[in-house]
T-cell receptor, first 115, second 114 residues
């Protein structure tokens, strides 16, 4: 369908625990993007994939954050040893092709709360 | 590097009044510019995009934006605000290379008063 599906909607983790977020892009879309939104503004780009290959990871924190997009599986974003500052809404987006004019479809986000 | 700046983190208008949300861009090449809207607890929805085909771009829900190269601006307007327009609005720029990311402004919260 025409919807990027993100799960779970809400995730609460104690500081130091692992968090794993999932994103199912729209079928047929080649590009997947992850963004972090802190405090209802400031969308920060994290990483993008072209199919299962990392396309741009310049926004990914070097430590603790990792992401994958494997064939026939939802994409995932994993945070090892979460910190309070990781509390944010994480959005996934997908687009069909590689044109910069391609519309990016956004999921509804996963709200991560680290306590 | 490309960037956008949104002037005014909060804008408040009366129902029926003109909506003007400001966005200025910084880019060394002709940019691809977008306006997105975010309703509470929702993802982003595309309002409109500038593709260089026309400087005045019409989007959904009665919104439009005008690209002004001389002012490096891409302000969003709507002639008459509706209560349902209350939301967060984000201006964004995208690089011209394949698969490039969106870079967002800080967002403008629009409040519509009855």
């Amino acid at each position: 369908g025409e919807e990027v599906a993100q799960t779970p909607k809400h995730l609460v983790r104690g500081e130091g625990q692992k968090a794993k977020l999932y994103c199912a892009p729209i079928k047929g879309h080649s590009y997947v993007f992850w963004y972090q939104q802190v405090l209802k503004n400031e969308f920060k780009f994290l990483i993008s994939f072209q199919n299962e290959n990392v396309f741009d990871e310049t926004g990914m924190p070097k430590e603790r954050f990792s992401a994958k997009c494997l064939p026939n599986s939802p994409c995932s974003l994993e945070i090892q040893a979460t910190k309070l500052e990781d509390s944010a809404v994480y959005f996934c987006a997908s687009s069909q092709g590689d044109s910069p004019l391609e519309k990016a479809f956004f999921g509804q986000g996963t709200r991560l709360t680290v306590v | 590097a490309q960037s956008v700046t949104q002037l005014g983190s909060h804008v408040s208008v009366s129902e029926g009044a003109l909506v003007l949300l400001r966005c200025n861009y910084s880019s060394s090449v002709p940019p691809y510019l977008f306006w997105y809207v975010q309703y509470p607890n929702q993802g982003l929805q595309l309002l409109l995009k500038y593709t260089s085909a026309a400087t005045l771009v019409k989007g959904i829900n009665g919104f439009e934006a005008e690209f002004k190269k001389s002012e490096t601006s891409f302000h969003l307007t709507k002639p008459s605000a509706h209560m349902s327009d209350a939301a967060e609005y984000f201006c964004a720029v995208r690089g011209t290379t394949s698969g490039s990311r969106l870079t967002f402004g800080e967002g403008t919260q629009l409040t519509v008063n009855p």
